[in-house]
């Protein structure tokens, strides 16, 4: 199992950003995908989660009304759209795939059985 996760980048506050994952070696419709985000000196935290046909999505407070998240199951991909960016949203982005993960478990990274390498998202003010 692969998950390539780009889009990151430097920008200014207020800026936007697309992140992609692009996953391979699964059955990705078959997997909630989501998320995370770990800043310098900061534990993992959730960010946004997807299921598998889209029917529950999960936001993080933080984020929520700034992040959209989508997947595409026919191109094996999940997307967050950042917009109205704040330098607390520096981070190393990830994205994870979990194949037995509950709607209440959505925004447990203990959840997902893949991690992405990360994308590097720098907010300057």
């Known amino acids: 199992v692969q998950l390539q996760a780009y889009g990151g980048g430097l920008v200014h506050v207020g800026d936007s950003l697309r992140l992609v994952c692009a996953a391979s070696g699964l059955t990705f419709r078959s997997y909630t995908m989501g998320w995370f985000r770990q800043a310098p000196g900061k534990e993992r935290e959730f960010v946004a989660s997807i299921k598998w046909g889209g029917s529950s999505i999960a936001y993080a407070d933080s984020v929520k009304g700034r992040f959209a998240i989508s997947r595409d199951n026919a191109k094996n991909t999940v997307d967050l759209v950042m917009n109205s960016l704040k330098p607390e949203d520096t981070a190393v982005y990830y994205c994870?795939?979990?194949?037995?993960?509950?709607?209440?478990?959505?925004?447990?990274?203990?959840?997902?059985?893949?991690w992405g390498q990360g994308t590097q998202v720098t907010v300057s003010s």
């Open positions: 994870a795939a979990g194949g037995r993960v509950i709607v209440s478990s959505m925004r447990s990274d203990q959840a997902y059985d893949y």
